[in-house]
């Protein structure tokens, strides 16, 4: 099994010292340049709870694990930078499998983040496991000079927006754990699953140009990441669920019986898509950069007064019932 510092080793050989980091790899404790990050997040993986190696390889596990806190960074408007990683693996993981892993890591820092921010690794530690895999990584941003967009800024009249395509990756775990269903009859929704793609250059763009008032990324769906601005702005909201666009796949599954697109769009986790709130004067300005940069707009409700709670309009304008409101640790199944 690899060492704690064969595992160093390797993040230094595939990742070069990063921006804003004066020590790294190397020493007993990193060295940040004073004032450069104020930005930080961390996400935890586990086997079993987050992923199944059964269902994907390990380049796709290592891409997930530094895609979610891509995400959380791209959330709040800011940009990406160094990442700390932690392992705790058990004993019959291979040396190959450890590489591999990091191997995605790095796919997913080259592909998923524009030139303009640098993600590379600034340390990591292994440990050894008598349970499932477990992946942490912590990673440091930087805010926009408008600062941080957080979740307590919605007011009423502000429009409900979604950036991105919800609920493919929702579709790709009921494609990848049935035994009917075959992965190659909806690609996009597996690939949705195993190599997410979250909003790092749009999270970076909408925040400098000050667009949003509030933003989350819908890593645990929809309606429950809309709960959390809602809770934190003191606010109600209207969703308009006939306003989703439906992908091909979900209705190709739903078809199928395997479920309902308007569940997984809903309350389905893990697409990384970006949930805003936008004041009516900037929907102009967001409309435009969309436009230019072939984003994937759906403008889904708007902020109420908080007396009026959360009403979710289905496909026929009808209040909706949901099943769930989304992925709730230490609840779902």
Known sequence: MTSEFELVDRLASLFSAPEGVTVGIGDDAAVLDPGRFDLVTMDTLVEGVHFRRDWSEPEDIGWRALAANLSDVAA???GPGAFFLSLALPEPLDDQWVG????????????????????SAGGGDLSSSPGPVVISITLLGEASPAGPVL???????DR???LGMPGLA?????VLSSDILKNEDFPLSVQAYQRPRPQVHAGGLVGLYGVPSAMIDTSDGIIQDLGHILEASGVGAQIEAFQLTIHPELAALEEAGAGR???????????FCLLMTVPPARMPKLW??????DWTVQDLG????PKEGLQVMGLDGQPLDLDKSGFRHFEDS
């Open 76 to 78: 709040m408007g800011g």
């Open 100 to 119: 591999r892993l990091c191997e995605g890591m790095k796919e997913a820092a080259s592909e998923l983040v524009p030139d303009s921010f640098e993600v």
């Open 151 to 157: 979740r307590s800024g919605a007011v009423p009249g």
């Open 160 to 162: 409900i927006v979604v």
């Open 170 to 174: 929702e579709a790709g775990m009921t």
């Open 261 to 271: 697109a308007l569940d997984w769009m809903l309350t389905g986790g893990e697409d």
């Open 288 to 293: 435009d950069m969309a436009r230019h940069r």
């Open 302 to 305: 708007e902020i109420r007064a």
